[in-house]
């Protein structure tokens, strides 16, 4: 069963600019999340995704946002990027079953975004 | 609020001895506990889950942790190092239901030296 894809893998952009990550999951994994990882402050939960509506949402500006669409893929869009979103973006799904066994979450390699 | 920490930013041992790395966590719930592994310039990979079963869990490569709900503690152990076991470790806690999120610990850096 094919992993967590994630694209593109790496990304430069410039201050002010906007960016679109991409992330499919698992084959029948429901649920997409996304994190945020910086050597700073280490990873933060930015949202999850599930039947293409926004399930939680961690505390990140409204700069940053996100969608699902019907085959469970996601993106997530940064606007007016700042030096300070340089990091690496990690997308994680997992199955929807409503036990604990779902609760895992597998990861994608994650897209390395910089801003300069 | 859940929370984790992770007791040790860094962690140094020679190939074939033991391996501890320590994870205290904060949950108002029941929670679901995990250690995953992150390898230079790779995303994450989950090394073992505990999920209210068996209090002693079994992962990939070796490694074990032990829920220990008095000590709100989940440290993972492993016999012996391999040189291929350098990573950073992350402790992670879900307090699953309908405001299910993962919360990680800072992480731990493992250095294995030869």
């Known amino acids: 069963k094919a992993g967590v894809t994630q694209t593109p893998r790496y990304l430069i952009k410039t201050r002010g600019q906007q960016v679109t990550l991409s992330c499919s999951p698992i084959s029948g994994h429901r649920s997409v999340s996304w994190y945020q990882q910086t050597p700073g402050q280490g990873l933060q939960f930015l949202f999850e995704?599930?039947?293409?509506?926004?399930?939680n949402k961690g505390n990140f500006p409204g700069r940053f946002s996100g969608r699902q669409f019907s085959n469970s893929r996601s993106e997530m869009n940064v606007s007016t990027l700042e030096l300070g979103d340089s990091a690496l973006y990690l997308c994680?799904?997992?199955?929807?079953?409503?036990?604990?066994?779902?609760?895992?979450?597998?990861f994608g390699p994650g897209t390395r975004l910089t801003v300069t | 609020a859940q929370s984790v920490t992770q007791l040790d930013s860094h962690v140094s041992v020679s190939e074939g001895t033991p391996v501890l790395l320590r994870c205290n966590y904060s949950?108002?719930?029941?929670?679901?506990l995990f250690w995953y592994v992150q390898h230079p310039n790779k995303g994450l990979q989950l090394l073992l889950k505990y999920t209210s079963a068996a209090t002693l869990v079994k992962g990939i490569n070796g490694f074990e942790a032990e829920f220990k709900k008095s000590e709100t503690s989940f440290h993972l152990t492993k016999p012996s190092a391999h040189m291929s076991d350098a990573a950073e470790y992350f402790c992670v806690v879900s307090e699953g239901g309908s405001n299910y999120k993962l919360t990680f610990g800072k992480g731990t850096l493992l250095t294995v030296n030869p």
């Open positions: 949950s108002s719930y029941s929670p679901s």
């Open positions: 995704y599930f039947s293409e509506t926004q399930r």
């Open positions: 994680a799904s997992r199955r929807f079953s409503g036990d604990s066994s779902s609760y895992e979450q597998y």
